[in-house]
Every structure is written in structure tokens, then in C-alpha cells.
DNA sequence: ACGGAAATTATCCAGTCGTATAATAACGGC
DNA sequence: GCCGTTATTATACGACTGGATAATTTCCGT
């Protein structure tokens, strides 16, 4: 007697991987990255759980995958916002309302972000996986600042530059995480709106340099 | 023939609680919260595991008393920093640079925070408890920027000292974050600096007001 | 059409998890 | 100094974990 065994269709190994991968994010923004094992991902991706080790070295490495996914989405949402194509003022302000606008700005969003936070302590791959990514939207807003200070006229040394960075960094941040974590506190548009007057503040503008529609 | 016990010694409730939830910090910031296990946890504190299910009706409860703990010795460390005896931008400057500046900054209490910060979305309790501590931390930021601007003799409508210290408290949190996340990027005081001139600007204060050392 | 490579499934395994329960040791009251 | 209360230990349990292995199905080249 012939088992009934499970019919199935083969995919390329990249589709493939990206199922899996999004299947791990959807378990770990519902269940927590404790409820994310590999029969629930497995299961949600459509597949059984020895699949994955045939994709990934283990559960490990296709977090690591997972956590890159993430990270990317959020920097590429925000910096595509700052399209080449406009004046330095308006890309500026775009970048910084990208950040403090869904879907950056989305519980689901965070709670993939808040579940791997607490690796970057302990695994290596994880630690440099946040470093590049912090270094690189450090990167962005130091070109941003570069550019809108250039148009603006204003001489900016890049000792300045770096730290105006870091504090912008640090106010998005900030903001993003205070913001999503008690989204009931703040509505749609406060947040943005208060993270371009902070800005303003931030760089020494004059008032409604950065605020003001147009 | 009697198997040999291990002999013990009773402990009064408040002390053997404040053992599990210490132990409970230990094992979470050193192998994380997946390797915070009862098990683990009461070898750590001298006992046995079952004992936790004596003093926490489970595991979540403990948790959440731990949670509890580590958010109350942050913000408790930086509101005690402002001392009451001080011209209120001694204060300011004391609470800003507390917030920066170790046993904050800190690789474990980053760790500790980092582990928890994850349950906040799904769990109901934990998100209280940072609702809580949010708001009491914005609370304690309000009442020093009024004491402050009084002080300076500057007027402070209540909705633009709100602002001001959601935007404050956001800055501070990112820097935290940051700094401390990939501490390798800066030195002892150089996040605490960095916030002070930070703060200056976001307040619109002159160059120097908070920053110069009297 | 068919044969072979390999993608996928099915099953097993040793370990660990949180929790429940019963036995026992410690301590306070008398 | 004993006795009862209860804090603590010891052990057992069922569920679930990630990983290993072998069987099987799919699909591509010919």
C-alpha cells in the first residue's frame, strides 16, 4: 500500500527563498520571533519544515536572511522617498516624512524590527548587519544635509555634517520608535510634522524653512 | 534508604523575588530572552525551577515583573539625576547626560531593554507597562523644560512644552539607542555632548546656553 | 517517453521547554 | 523539644523544538 504522499510543485531556489523568508516575517510580526519556528514558517510558506535546511544551514541563517530583508525594506522605502530628481529641500523633506509615515511607520513594521533588535547583542552576523545599515542612512542624510545646505547657501564643514547626522538620525529614530510603539498617542500626521519643526530646530533654520509647504 | 536532599534555607518572600527577577535579568542579557529559561533562571538564583511557579503564577508573570524592574532603575536613575537642589538647568543638563552616560548606556541594559522591547506587541501587559513608563519619562522631561524656561524667563505654552519634550525624549531615546547599540562609533561623552548641543538647538536656546560647562 | 538529478516530503530522534504534583526539609509558635 | 505550616525540592509529563535521514516525487535534458 502506497503512502498518499503530499503533491507538490518545485520552484527556483530564489522564489523559493524569498517565500520562506517572507513566511518567517509574517510568523514573527504574529506570533513573536519565540513563536517563529520552523514547522509554523514552513507551514505558512506551504512547505514542510525540512525544507528549510535545504535552503538555508539552519534556522539561523535564514533569520539572519529575514533580518537583512527588513532592514533593507526600511532604508529603501525611505530613501527612494528622496528621489534624485527634486531641488535638496524637498528630497530632505521627503526623506525625513518617509520615515515617520506607513508603512516605516507600521506596528507590523516594528515588531519585526523590536524581534531581531535584541540579537544584534549576541550573534555577530546580526551586529554587522545593523552596522551597515545604520552607516548607510547615516550616509543618506549627510548627503541630504550636504546637498540642502549647498542650495541654501550655507558653508557646512563635514565635522558638522557628520554630527547633524547623527542627531537627525538619532530624532528619526526616536521618534519612529516612540511613535509606533504608542501609536494611539500620535495621529497620522503629528509625527511627521513634529519631526520636521524638531529638524528646523535641529539645523538652526529659520523658522518654517523646512515646515512651511512650499 | 532516605535519597539525599539538598539542604536550603527559607527566604522571606520580597527577598527570594528580588533573587528570581535579578537572576532572570542575568540569564536574559547574557544568552537572551529564548535562553532564559526556568531551568536556567532558578540554577541561577540558587533553587530549583519549580519554585518560580511558587512566587509567579508562571513564567510571563515573571517576566513582566523583570520588565517592570528594568524600566523603573532606567527612568529612576535619570529623574534621581535631576536632583531637586539644583537651578533647574543643572537639572536639564544632569538629566540629558545621565540618560547618555553608563549605568544608561550600558551593553546590558541595552540587552535587557532590546529583549523586551519585542513583547510590547502582543502582549497587553507589557505594553502598559511601557505605556506607563513612556508617559512618566515625557511627564519628568515637561517639568524640567517648565522649571528651565521659567528660570530664563521665557515663556512656555503647554502645547509647545509637550512638543518639546516628545521631541527631546525622541532624541534622546535614538541617541541611546544608537550609541549604545554600536557603542565602537563613540566615546564616553561624546553621545552625552552631542545630545546637550542637540538639545540646544531643538530648543532654539543660543549657542552655549546649555552646552558651556557654567 | 524515459532516466537521472535534486527538490520536497515524511519520519525519526534526542533534547528541552513550561508546568503539575507529591515528597520533604525548614522554620516559627507553643 | 515537638508540631504544624509552608517554602522548597524532586520527579514526572506531554508538547514542542531544531536537526538528521531516507523515501519519493517532480521536472529537465535527451
Chains 1, 2 share one sequence.
Request: aromatic share 8%; glycine share 4%.
Amino acid at each position: 500500500m502506497a503512502p498518499a504522499r503530499r503533491s507538490y510543485t518545485r520552484a527556483s531556489e530564489a522564489e523559493r527563498r524569498e517565500d520562506l523568508i517572507l513566511a518567517t516575517l509574517d510568523c514573527i510580526a504574529e506570533v513573536g520571533i519565540q513563536g517563529a519556528t520552523v514547522r509554523q514558517i514552513a507551514n505558512r510558506a506551504g512547505v514542510t519544515a525540512g525544507l528549510i535546511r535545504h535552503y538555508f544551514t539552519g534556522k539561523d541563517q535564514m533569520l539572519e536572511a529575514a533580518y537583512r530583508a527588513v532592514m533593507d525594506g526600511m532604508t529603501q522605502t525611505a530613501i527612494e522617498a528622496a528621489r534624485e530628481d527634486e531641488a535638496p529641500r524637498a528630497r530632505l523633506r521627503r526623506f525625513i516624512i518617509a520615515n515617520l509615515t506607513p508603512p516605516v511607520t507600521d506596528s507590523r513594521t516594528l515588531s519585526l524590527w523590536a524581534a531581531f533588535i535584541s540579537h544584534i547583542q549576541t550573534d555577530p552576523n546580526f551586529a554587522a548587519i545593523h552596522r551597515d545599515n545604520y552607516l548607510a542612512f547615516l550616509q543618506e542624510v549627510e548627503t541630504l544635509l550636504l546637498a540642502f545646505f549647498d542650495e541654501r547657501g550655507t558653508a557646512l564643514s563635514p565635522k558638522q555634517c557628520r554630527s547633524f547626522a547623527i542627531s537627525l538620525n538619532a530624532l528619526i529614530d526616536g521618534l519612529w520608535l516612540e511613535g509606533t510603539l504608542t501609536a494611539d498617542l500620535f495621529d497620522e500626521h503629528e509625527l511627521a510634522d513634529a519631526a520636521l519643526a524638531s529638524v528646523e530646530a535641529l539645523l538652526r533654520l529659520t523658522p518654517g524653512e523646512l515646515t512651511s509647504e512650499k
